[in-house]
């Protein structure tokens, strides 16, 4: 073998390991980073893992707001059409926060059944509904249970 | 009456565009100058066409035309002027009209500049950029006119989204769009290089400082939104991984990309294909940005179901761009002459080809991500959405080589260096990086550790190497440095800095939420915050709660914040802005989350040091290239360009012969 072949089989080869893991660090970091979306029923129905980080999906019951009066934490029941999830939160909501509304949070599910969320999201306008929870609002024959005045809004 | 003016303006100019298009690229395949020559003309037409309906629309948002649904659906008598002119641009229909406008107005600076470059180059770039126009233009009268009327007229509009209501928004959308529609021009360029074949060093010297103007553009555009979501979104960060930043991120990498290669295809004429297939990346990222941004596929892949029209044109339109210039590529590039000389590793073209790599798979990297939750709810896979984790750990390894090789870069020569004088001439830098990785941290916050470290040496290697080869270029010569040469130090300097800010921002920053009542304080990071209570004040368009912060350091007031908490009348809205107190080494920033049961408040403090940085870097880098852009070769272009039109005619000649 020539010099200059082995200097390019060095190259042709350092770039393949390079390449290789560049790829796979990509698609480690992806595929542990992938969050899935639940909402309510599925979590009512034990189809969810309490052990991973999850998005889940709902509208704020109506009544169910209720605050610590010394710290930040709150609780609140999230719920679709057919089932509702208790939810902590501790911390800043965010300015579209209310009961009635539909919000997504972040977080994961205790054994005991509570979600934990560290982080609320309820986004851009009032007119608007992230997707997900609207499409979480819809019974099987894909009829919208959200209150009438919420469906007017969109 | 004016609105109608500026709906068939837009007609017109869709007429124009299609004459822009067509006749000259029959008039180089005829060979026919007479239809050269319509380029110009048609492309000042369709700027002058342009200008009228975007001055139409900007009157209607001026007057307070609610028989404008667009007006109507984004402005409110209550709004003031200059966010009434800044809602032009507030939602897509508005949108795609400034993308338009200022796709024609880099249209009329080319016809402009086309004395200097050969009838057919010019010619055939703005036929390329007349094609563009018509495919936007078709798209906006047929699917998304902003002209649409209303009648009867309602009698108050729906209000501009209060998060948009911000200094921040009125410039940074038009840098951005600059930006995006900058890179048409270097993708005009590109397309002309495969139609008539010729990609050589007069091909780089035209395409070049259009390239840079875009990337400035860009550079600007993507800074200003990164401030705007720090100042505007209350939550103390400054990027947030999420669609619409990346959207505008990626074609800044490819963007970045391209102006290097486009160096190397200069200097040395090696990567001719490589540089005209990023211009078209460039262009194809810059456009899917535009249309994720706008065309609310982020909000949800089904709101193409609902209204089809849009969804399926633009596919159409991406597919026929992108698809007719990839298929142009592969038949047309293979003729470039590639070059026969092997690239050294070390050689300055032998890490800009690094350099190049990495970027270019940090953009893909950052498109898997972005794009892959749109595809899997396309493709009925399930919701999933990407976690900003996934982003960093793909973009920080991919960056740190990166900014290693942005010192190495400076003082390489081209075609070969040799090891011994890259270190007589790197150690110097390296020790001042070293010195400043410990110091600075230390100096500046009085702490350090070793994630911080590690990023000021990274960010001060960029700095101190940058400044070597401007000391060295200028020791004892008299005369003054090449711009370009300045240009490039301050640009690769501003990704120092950035990356000062970024790594001392994120070692260091912290943040505290708490429940605030009147006379209560709080202590983050060595500053006492005492809450004085709120008071209600009434903006032109809104009520707002302000709220009164005293800081103080070791017992002495240093600044008094107020952080606002706004409801906006006709949307009903609430929007948080924060109480910030800037500074060079240190931001303390104040925002109020919720009235608490009495008069407390729950409050976000943060400490963000060195976080001014970040931006500084960004703008740094933009003048850099704004620099690089003023330099003498590219005004002395006239006098080459004539040299080579004559070239071109013989060729010409010959080749009809």
Known sequence: MTRTRRRRLLLVGGLFVGLAAAVSLALTAFSENLLYFYQPSEIASGQVPTDTRFRIGGLVEENSVERNSDDLVVRFTLSDCDASVPVRFKGTLPDLFREGQGIVAYGQLEPGGDFVADEVLAKHDENYMSPDVAEAMQDDQGVSCMPTNMQAQR | ???????????????????????????????????????????????????VAFVALSFAFYANDFSVTYVAQNSNTELPWFYRLAAVWGAHEGSLLLWMTLLASWSLAVAAASRSLPREVASCVLAVMGAVSVGFLVFTLFTSNPFAREFPAPAEGRDLNPLLQDPGLVIHPPMLYMGYVGFCVAFAFAITALITGRVDSAWTRWTRPWTTAAWVFLTVGVTLGSWWAYNELGWGGWW??????????????????????????????IFKSWTVLLAITAFALSLLGTFLVRSGVLISVHAFATDPTR????????????????????????????????????????????????????????????????????????????????????????????????????????????????????????????????????????????????????????????????????????????????????????????????????????EHDVRLAPGEQASLAGYDFTFKGTRHVEGPNFVSEIGDFIVREDGEQIAELFPEKRRYNASGQTMTESGIDAGIFRDLYVSLGEPLSGEAWSVRIYHRPFVRWIWAGGFLSALGGLIALSDKRYRRRERAAKTVTADTRARVATAEA
């Open chain 2, 240 to 269: 947030f991984w999420d669609p619409v930043e990346n959207a505008s991120f990626m074609p800044w990498l490819v963007g970045t990309a391209l102006i290097h290669s486009l160096a190397v295809t200069e200097k040395r004429g």
């Open chain 2, 311 to 510: 969804g399926v044109y633009i596919l159409a339109f991406f597919a026929v761009v992108v698809g007719g210039s990839l298929l142009l590529y592969a038949i047309r590039a293979p003729r470039f002459d590639a070059g026969t000389e092997p690239v050294a590793a070390l050689s300055r073209e032998g890490l800009l080809l690094l350099n190049n790599i990495f970027l270019v798979v940090a953009a893909a990297g950052v498109l898997l991500g972005t794009l892959y939750p749109i595809l899997a709810d396309a493709m009925g896979m399930g919701r999933i959405s990407v976690g900003p984790p996934y982003f960093n750990k793909v973009f920080i390894p991919l960056t740190v080589p990166l900014v290693v090789l942005v010192g190495v870069a400076a003082v390489m020569a081209w075609k070969r260096t040799r090891a011994e004088v890259l270190r007589s001439r790197l150690w110097a830098p390296l020790l001042v990086a070293i010195a400043l990785g410990v110091l600075l941290p230390w100096l500046a916050l009085g702490t350090n550790g070793v994630v911080a470290a590690a990023g000021c040496v990274l960010g001060g290697w960029a700095i101190a190497t940058a400044f070597e080869d401007v000391l060295r270029r200028m020791r004892g010569r008299r005369v003054k440095l090449p711009r370009a040469v300045v240009g490039m130090a301050l640009a690769h300097a501003g990704v120092g800095v950035f990356v000062i800010g970024v790594s001392l921002v994120t070692a260091f920053g912290a």
């Open chain 2, 1 to 51: 009456m004016i609105p109608e003016i500026g709906h068939f303006a837009l007609f017109l100019a869709l007429g124009l565009a299609l004459v822009q298009s067509v006749l000259p690229l029959y008039g180089i395949a005829r060979n026919r100058a007479d239809c050269l020559a319509v380029a110009a003309p048609a492309a000042i037409g369709q700027f002058v066409m342009l200008a």
